[in-house]
């Protein structure tokens, strides 16, 4: 399988290096084996090799800072930008993972257009195109007979959308509620801890589970994109930004949290979302609710099904590696429906 990247930070890294250390169990044991041809980045450089780009060179280029220092070779192109790569590469797979906008996906959207026209296979962890423009490329991949996969979107490596879509496919799931952003979670356990909300917001950033402007995670914005995903993924439904009640944590007191305690409750950032809507909101929880039990940067989700009742989904919703193994998983569920 032959795969260009779209971004290498810390995810393409991530996958770069499993794709490295477990070359030989991936091939003996799935029959899959991986080149990564081409690599775009905003701030590295770029890189393409028609036979693969060596990993051990890509990884230590990136820690550098800059692709400059990859090693040179006589077939190695730098001055290939995304599109010309997406149409002129010898690939298989555009694996998307460049920062994520939730307001216009934009220029991802374009490249994973553009990828499926040039008879390319999607997977991304890059929210911003499966949030806002699932139907159109799940459309066109449809028309080309292509995949997309977006495994790493919702729950990184905690596999969220093949249980929902896979292991629950003969249920009729009703709703699906979770614990989808680890900043807000890490940050509502501290504060029950006793920490005040901008201490424990600070703690957050310094362990990097939140950005230096953590507005995205704790006003709800990342949560209520993955309800975009899972509202496409589970109920087909077309909900926009403007369809979902968004409400983050940072109206949230050490008062609030208190009186939760004493009724035997806890405050939780819950994402929601049926057939009929989805909303994000900081709810209080009875401390024997699945849910409530979830306590630091750890996700969690709650499918309630007809057959199997309520089924409760534990794991990372972040993590280099943890990203890094969702992609993977669908590169791999590709090699299987394909034989690439």
Known sequence: MKIIMIGFGLVGQGLAQILRDKADELRSRQGFTARIVGVVTASKGNLYHADGLDIDGLLRAAESGSFASYPEDNQLRRDLEARQLIKRAEADVLVEVSPTDLQTAQPALDYCRLALKNGLHLVLANKGPVALGYRSLNAAAAES????????????????????????????????????????????TQMEDGLPYADALNQAQALGYAETDPS???????AAGKILILANAIFGSALTMNDLQVEGITKISQDDIAAAKANDQRYKLIAEVSADGGSVAPRRLPLNDPLASVGGATNAITFDTDLMGAITLIGAGAGQLETGYALLSDLLAIHRSSAL
Do not use: F, K
Request: hydrophobic share 45%.
């Open 216 to 222: 995205g995670d704790v006003e709800g914005w990342d």
């Open 145 to 188: 007979n292509l995949q997309m996969r977006y495994e790493a979107t919702v729950m990184a490596g905690t596999p969220t959308l093949h249980v929902a879509e896979d292991a629950l496919a003969g249920c009729a799931i009703s709703a699906a509620r979770g614990i989808l952003n680890g900043t807000t979670n890490y940050i509502l």
